[in-house]
């Protein structure tokens, strides 16, 4: 059976396909790509840095958002992303993106990302149901 994907998250995979081929990644050689599609129409992406220091490392997903909000300020929102590797594996979204994400990523936005079973696309909410939030009183 083909696989049915919106034209948009094929454009997302690709573009986070290339930016991968930047990833910093001399300690894990794991090159993970990811791209935000934003409310207004721009695609944002980002790759992943590590550090010597590993804990400093910081994911694609996260470099992504940082660019996003540096062009285009505090109010922008993520309608859909793709998350992908120049390694052949799988690669959803790590927990700790999934909980930046999600300041800034609509519950329906559809997330791609390979899969041990090929590409697989959720929305935003099924990858993180219940993301904590602060609401002071
Ligand atoms: N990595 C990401 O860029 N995104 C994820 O969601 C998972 C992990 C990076 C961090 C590190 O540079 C490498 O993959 C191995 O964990």
Do not use: W
């Amino acid at each position: 059976m083909t696989e049915q994907r919106a034209p948009m998250l094929d454009t997302l995979l690709e573009q986070a396909q290339k930016v991968a081929e930047n990833s910093y990644s001399p300690y894990s050689n794991f090159k993970v790509g990811a791209a935000l599609l934003l409310a207004g129409g721009e695609i944002v992406t980002g790759t992943n840095v590590e550090n010597t220091s590993y804990g400093v490392t910081i994911c694609a997903e996260r470099a992504a958002l940082v660019q996003a909000v540096s062009r285009f300020g505090p109010e922008i929102r993520v309608h859909a992303l793709a998350v992908t590797n120049l390694n052949g594996a799988a690669s959803p979204p790590c927990g700790a993106c999934r909980q930046a994400l999600a300041e800034f990523t609509e519950a329906e936005a559809p997330v791609a990302f390979p899969a041990s079973d090929g590409v697989r696309v959720m929305p935003f909410a099924e990858l993180l149901p219940l993301a904590t939030e602060m609401k002071l009183k």
